[in-house]
Each structure stands twice: as structure tokens, then as C-alpha cells.
């Protein structure tokens, strides 16, 4: 099992920036593929990014939803094992109570319910 724990939310204003991090316990998070998802009040969970081993596994990949490439950036540090989500140009259509999950395998990354574990949401509220 792995234990997905978030932080690093806030209130920001539009323009500015946010760095979310992911710390996971117990199987190592070299083994998992990340991913974040956030769910808006009203809305459905939605993907925002994931982390994956290339088809190679000889690297690790990043793919994102359309609504913040160039925007936001997923990283990940496995002897730490952390997640970083990296967060700029914020808009107020961001705001979400933001998710990390993992999983140890899978197909599509961006389906929520591909992912087994998942940490309790961090707030994250951009003001206009």
C-alpha cells in the first residue's frame, strides 16, 4: 500500500504561483505511477497530471490536461519520495481542492478511478 499526504495549498492571487507536494509512505514511489486530480465545488474530479515510466523504463514521463500545460509542472523525487506539482500563471478557474493518487499499475492515467490510493485534498483558491 502507499499513503498519499498533501500540502502546499493556499489562497493566491491570479498570476501568481503554488508548489503542492506529495509525500508517500510505505511501498516506495519509485514503484507507482503519480498522478494530481482536483475536483471543484460542484464538479467532478478531474485530471490535472501524472508521472509515469517511459515505454523504455529508462525515464520517467509527464503528460498533463490540455487547461494547464505550460502552466503547471509534475515532478517527483524518489529517494524522497515526493511529488511536486508545480503551479504558475494561476487563474481563477484553478481553484479546486487539489488530490495526489497513486497507483501501482494501470492504463490510461487520467481516469480517477484507475488510481488505488489517495491523500485528503489540499484547498487551493485563486482570487481574481
Known amino acids: 500500500q502507499v499513503q498519499p499526504v498533501e500540502s502546499g495549498g493556499g489562497l493566491v492571487q491570479a498570476g501568481g504561483s503554488l508548489t503542492l507536494s506529495c509525500v508517500t509512505s510505505?511501498?516506495?514511489?519509485?514503484?507507482?505511477?503519480m498522478g494530481w486530480f482536483r475536483q471543484a465545488p460542484g464538479k467532478e474530479r478531474e485530471f490535472v497530471a501524472a508521472?509515469?515510466?517511459?515505454?523504455?523504463?529508462?525515464?520517467?514521463?509527464?503528460y498533463y490536461t490540455d487547461g494547464v500545460k505550460g502552466r503547471f509542472t509534475i515532478s517527483r523525487d524518489n529517494a524522497k519520495n515526493t511529488v511536486n506539482l508545480q503551479m504558475n500563471s494561476l487563474k481563477p478557474e484553478d481553484t479546486a481542492v487539489y488530490y495526489c493518487?497513486?497507483?501501482?499499475?494501470?492504463?490510461?492515467?487520467?481516469?480517477?478511478?484507475?488510481?488505488?490510493?489517495w491523500g485528503q485534498g489540499t484547498q487551493v483558491t485563486v482570487s481574481s
Open positions: 510505505g511501498r516506495p514511489l519509485r514503484m507507482c505511477d
Open positions: 508521472t509515469t515510466w517511459s515505454s523504455s523504463n529508462t525515464y520517467y514521463r509527464s
Open positions: 493518487a497513486a497507483r501501482f499499475i494501470g492504463r490510461s492515467l487520467t481516469p480517477s478511478g484507475e488510481y488505488d490510493y
